[in-house]
């Protein structure tokens, strides 16, 4: 199987998976961590152009284990963590991974922000190094391991 498909199948796995426990991710928390952490995936590389930045908020907006949540407070949560990332990214990524970090409590809404970041990553077809790299960063944040995740 060519790379391109995994990655495909990887995210579309994920994201049936999501769907699956949707109805159990609802807090805060779980809110925060997957716009902190779409907007880590968004900025990977350190900088985001307006196109990518369009295509993961049309993303956030359709996702349907997001529209637990009103689509203007999850876009307004997304580009408040992207400006913070974008205005200094290793100074931004600390604050985003705090972020991320809300999900600690809860070991299912965890998994699924691990889950939604490589859904975002691998929307495109291709979930690079320096994605998956900060993946691996979210899961240590979040005690999960990477291995567990295929990262």
């Not at 994920?14 to 928390?29: E, P, Y």
């Not at 995936?41 to 049309?58: C, F, L, M, T």
């Not at 359709?62 to 949540?69: D, G, M």
């Not at 970041?117 to 320096?130: E, H, L, M, R, Y």
Request: glycine residues 4%; proline residues 3%; charged residues 30%.
């Amino acid at each position: 199987m060519a790379l391109w498909d995994r990655i495909k199948e990887s995210a579309s796995t994920m994201q049936t998976q999501l769907v699956a426990k949707k109805n159990d991710l609802k807090s805060g928390a779980f809110r925060d961590a997957s716009m902190a952490m779409c907007a880590l995936v968004a900025a990977a590389d350190g900088s985001i152009d307006p196109a990518e930045r369009q295509r993961v908020a049309q993303l956030i907006a359709t996702n349907e284990v997001l529209q637990n949540f009103p689509a203007d407070d999850l876009r307004r949560r997304f580009e408040e963590n992207l400006n913070k990332l974008t205005a200094d990214f290793a100074f931004g990524k600390v604050s985003v991974l705090q972020e991320i970090a809300k999900a600690k409590k809860k070991p299912a809404e965890a998994r699924a922000v691990i889950q939604i970041g490589i859904v975002i990553g691998g929307a495109d077809g291709d979930f690079d190094k320096t994605e998956q790299a900060v993946v691996r960063e979210a899961c240590f944040t979040l005690e999960l391991p990477p291995h567990e995740f295929d990262l």
